[in-house]
């Protein structure tokens, strides 16, 4: 088996084309997502029932289903209702980019809700006694203690999800864009070198994958150096 490496020298410009794409589609979800999951994750350790439930809801749901079926239900499903395409949301509905980020958004703050929730419950009984003998509200103790401590111990747990959710970017091109993944299909349906076309995209999301694990070790030694053991 050769290698044709002319083709895929020749084809470089679009998978850095489908780069950019992925990166865009990946930084938005993660953020309009991380958004979405911070008051999701203080829902879940609420102590009022009906909120704590109505946000278990949603995560159970999300993270129950594929999220293959998440995208098309939003970029194919919700084009079959009239009121929907007569709606001032339709100009957004009807872009494979919008619609991408929009179901990876969801998807992935389902899973980061839980995340949070579990740094939140994981949370050591005397760093909220300090915050009340301190006199602090529930508001402030949340704003200045909880949550900041607890999103630093949920970064080795979120920095699986930034790798699961770039991985996850790869279904946008089953909606028309031009990822990682559809410049290797474009690559394929036009030389039919489905071994070169692949192999050079996973070589892609490889890469970006060792860029994000470095960066969030740089992030874990940075606001989590406290918590390695001292030497002696």
Known sequence: MIFDYNVIWEALPLYFGGLVTTLK?????????LLAALPLGLMRVSKNAVVNMSAWLFTYVIRGTPMLVQLFLIYYGLAQFETVRESFLWPWLSSATFC??????INTSAY????????LRATPNGEIEAAKAMGMSRIKMYK???LPSALRRALPQYSNEVIMMLQTTSLASIVTLIDITGAARTVNAQFYLPFEAYITAGLFYLCLTFILVKLFKLAEHRWLGYLAPRKH
């Open 144 to 146: 200045r203690i909880l």
């Open 25 to 33: 589609l990946l930084a938005l979800s993660l953020f309009f997502g």
């Open 112 to 119: 980061t809700a839980e995340i949070i929730a579990g740094s």
């Open 100 to 105: 991408a980020c929009l179901a990876f958004a």
